[in-house]
């Protein structure tokens, strides 16, 4: 058989590990390189690829520029800290439309699940940052204003009078 570790991209590898340290922690908000690298290595049950550590210190995260990967699939949350890449982080322009999680065929079957599992930490994330954000949370507040009458209408009412 086949070790695990080498039926996968290396960024794919590095990705799991995250998840599944986000999934055994919920309450943690982000993990540290050597942390990462721990549970990459105990998923893999043997010694890690010498990719893996810089996967995880460069090549997947979204916020560094790319040299020379461009992964958007970790988020640098301080110096030496990482956590999965949700919708709504910046990240360096140069790695625009880069892949964010591995493709579902790309992964053994008993680790399709986190897929799943990342969609709804993703969009809760996405919600948290919107609620807390007092300039996001503005978005759709002004909905009402506009309940009674089409834009046009609206439009057209405060032109009256005009010449």
């Given at each position: 058989?086949?070790?695990?570790?080498?039926?996968?991209?290396?960024?794919?590898?590095?990705?799991?590990?995250?998840?599944?340290?986000?999934?055994?922690?919920?309450?943690?908000?982000?993990?540290?390189?050597?942390?990462?690298?721990?549970?990459?290595?105990?998923?893999a049950g043997e010694p890690?690829?010498?990719?893996v550590r810089v996967h995880?210190?460069?090549?997947?995260?979204?916020?560094?520029?790319?040299?020379?990967?461009?992964?958007?699939?970790?988020?640098?949350?301080?110096?030496?800290?990482?956590?999965?890449?949700?919708?709504?982080?910046?990240?360096?322009?140069?790695?625009?439309?880069?892949?964010?999680?591995?493709?579902?065929?790309?992964?053994?079957?008993?680790?399709?699940?986190?897929?799943?599992?990342?969609?709804?930490?993703?969009?809760?994330?996405?919600?948290?940052?919107?609620?807390?954000?007092?300039?996001?949370?503005?978005?759709?507040?002004?909905?009402?204003?506009?309940?009674?009458?089409?834009?046009?209408?609206?439009?057209?009412?405060?032109?009256?009078?005009?010449?």
């Amino acid at each position: 058989m086949v070790p695990i570790a080498l039926q996968l991209r290396v960024a794919d590898e590095v990705w799991i590990a995250v998840a599944l340290l986000h999934r055994e922690h919920p309450d943690l908000p982000d993990f540290s390189i050597e942390e990462i690298m721990e549970r990459a290595g105990k998923e893999a049950g043997e010694p890690l690829r010498p990719g893996v550590r810089v996967h995880v210190n460069q090549h997947c995260v979204a916020n560094r520029p790319p040299n020379p990967a461009r992964y958007r699939m970790l988020f640098e949350t301080a110096s030496g800290r990482r956590r999965l890449f949700h919708d709504g982080d910046h990240y360096d322009a140069a790695r625009e439309g880069a892949k964010v999680v591995p493709a579902r065929e790309d992964i053994p079957s008993e680790y399709a699940a986190l897929l799943d599992w990342y969609r709804g930490w993703s969009q809760d994330r996405a919600e948290d940052r919107i609620k807390s954000d007092p300039i996001l949370a503005l978005r759709g507040s002004g909905k009402k204003l506009w309940a009674d009458e089409h834009a046009d209408e609206y439009v057209r009412r405060l032109r009256e009078g005009w010449e």
